[in-house]
Structures are given as structure tokens and as C-alpha cells.
């Protein structure tokens, strides 16, 4: 399998994302959306580690070092999904919504 | 065409058609299964690319843990389609505008490439192996894997300060 079908798919599940992002104003559905641009970017690094263990001039250790990388967008991923509904549990109790479009004053 | 990469295309698709009913569903419940259905296919790419642990940990960390943390907020939020605010079309065309160009945009930079015909290792390889991981996590990378214990502690600090009534 060439790297370009990998490229393209992540690129498209990427877009999907910042569509998303655009589009919707439900603030769950948005978070949800950086979860899909992140597992985008996670499978690209992995398709990318598998291209180059089978490059002549590769470091022997590149392979598992890229797959660690997306071991530690996971972890990063995972704490910021805990921070990131505690917040929007608390606008919900604030406004008793989570329309984005009434946070758009930083004051009151 | 043999049975490997039958399965990419497959899962290709599965992952597409799923990350596009995410966005394009109106009730959020809805919205977390179909990532969830993304997940597993992105898992599903993890084994093919024979990375056996990262595929266990996205389906473990990921369509375990995160998604069912989503489905409880969404739950304990109570929305349904009812709840979701009217749309704006101006607002989605502009999106769909932006989302599509930035697709383009990336596509023709890359199109070009020479390195874009680059062979991916298939269903072989010991890179992604547990024991090859595990040594090289434990090994050189043991203060960034001991920093991330930091790093939940603080999140996890951090939400209970953020949701506790005051």
C-alpha cells in the first residue's frame, strides 16, 4: 500500500474535522471533532513510521520512537478530554446551554 | 487486490462515512456512537500497519474511557435533537467553503511530492510490538512517561477545582 492513500485519508478525516469545528455550535460536538483531527493526525504518524521502517536509510529506532509519540497525543489527549467537559459542564450549569454562540463575552 | 488491502479500503470507508454522520447527525448521542464506529475503524488501520498496541490503547483509552465520559455528559445534560439551536446557513456554507479548500489546498501541495509513491509496510514488522515499545518507553523515555503522570494528576486536580459547586 502506497503512503499517499494514508496521506489523503487522514487529510480528509482532518478536514472532516475543522468542518465540524465550523459548522456546529454544540460545544460537545466540537470537542468531539478535535478528538477526530487528533486520531487524523495519530494515524498518519503511524502510517508514517511504517513507511520508513522499510526505507534503506532508516534509523533503527525511528519506528518505535513515532509510535511512542502517539502514545504520549494520546495521554495529552486523554487528560485534556477530563479538563475540557469539566468546563463545559460548567457552562451548562452557568447558562443552562452549551450554544458556543452565548460565549462570546469573556465578562459576565 | 488482495484480502489486506481490501480491508483498507473498507475501513478507509467505514472511518469517511462515520466522521461525516458525526458532524451531519442532530442528536449528540447519535453523534458519540458514529466516533465511536471511527475509532474502531482507525483501530482496525493500527492492526494492519501491525501496531498491536496502539490499536488496543485507542480502543482501550479511546472508544473506552473518553467516548463514554462524552455519553455521560450528553446524558446528564439531557439533550436531544429538540435542544440543538436553529442553524445558521450562511454559517454552514462558509464552513463547508473553508473546510473544502483547506482540503484542496493540502492535496495539491502534496500531489506533487516524489516521496508520495513510498511503500507502507503491511501486516509485517516488529515496530509496534509491545516488548519493543515497552523497552524503549522504560528505556528512553521514562522522564516523559513519568511526567505524563504529572500531567493526569494536574487534569484530574483540575476538573474536580472546575466542577466543584462553589
Same mark, same amino acid.
Given at each position: 500500500m502506497q503512503i499517499q492513500y494514508y496521506i489523503f485519508l487522514a487529510i480528509a478525516l482532518f478536514c472532516v474535522g475543522v468542518v465540524g469545528v465550523l459548522t456546529r455550535r454544540n460545544a460537545i460536538i466540537i470537542f468531539m471533532c478535535i478528538e477526530l483531527m487528533l486520531n487524523a493526525v495519530n494515524l498518519l504518524l503511524v502510517a508514517f513510521s511504517k513507511m520508513h521502517a !522499510?526505507?534503506? &536509510? /532508516? !534509523?533503527? &529506532?525511528a519506528a518505535t520512537d513515532a509510535q511512542l509519540f502517539v502514545f504520549f497525543i494520546m495521554v495529552v489527549a486523554a487528560a485534556e478530554v477530563t479538563v475540557g467537559l469539566a468546563i463545559i459542564v460548567m457552562m451548562y450549569r452557568n447558562t443552562h446551554s452549551i450554544d458556543v454562540n452565548f460565549l462570546n463575552r469573556l465578562k459576565n | 487486490m488482495n484480502i489486506i488491502h481490501l480491508l483498507f479500503w473498507f475501513l478507509s470507508g467505514l472511518a469517511l462515512v462515520s466522521a461525516i454522520m458525526v458532524i451531519a447527525s442532530k442528536n449528540p448521542v447519535h453523534s458519540v456512537l458514529y466516533l465511536i464506529i471511527t475509532f474502531f475503524a482507525i483501530s482496525g488501520h493500527y492492526i494492519l500497519l501491525n501496531a498491536q498496541f496502539l490499536a488496543i490503547v485507542n480502543i482501550i483509552v479511546y472508544a473506552g474511557a473518553i467516548m463514554v465520559l462524552f455519553l455521560f455528559v450528553v446524558m446528564l445534560m439531557n439533550l436531544? /435533537? *429538540? &435542544?440543538e439551536p436553529p442553524k445558521n446557513r450562511l454559517m454552514i456554507f462558509a464552513g463547508l467553503i473553508s473546510g473544502g479548500s483547506l482540503f484542496l489546498v493540502i492535496i495539491a501541495a502534496i500531489?506533487?511530492? *516524489?516521496?508520495? &509513491?513510498n511503500l507502507v509496510q503491511l501486516n509485517? #514488522? *516488529?515496530? #509496534?510490538?509491545i516488548k519493543n515499545l515497552g523497552k524503549a518507553l522504560f528505556s528512553d523515555y521514562v522522564l516523559p512517561f513519568e511526567i505524563s503522570s504529572v500531567l493526569f494528576l494536574s487534569a484530574m486536580i483540575g476538573a474536580v477545582v472546575i466542577g466543584k459547586k462553589n
Open positions: !522499510i526505507s534503506p &536509510t /532508516a !534509523i533503527p &529506532t | 436531544n /435533537a *429538540d &435542544t500531489k506533487k511530492s *516524489d516521496s508520495i &509513491t509485517t #514488522g *516488529d515496530a #509496534g510490538l
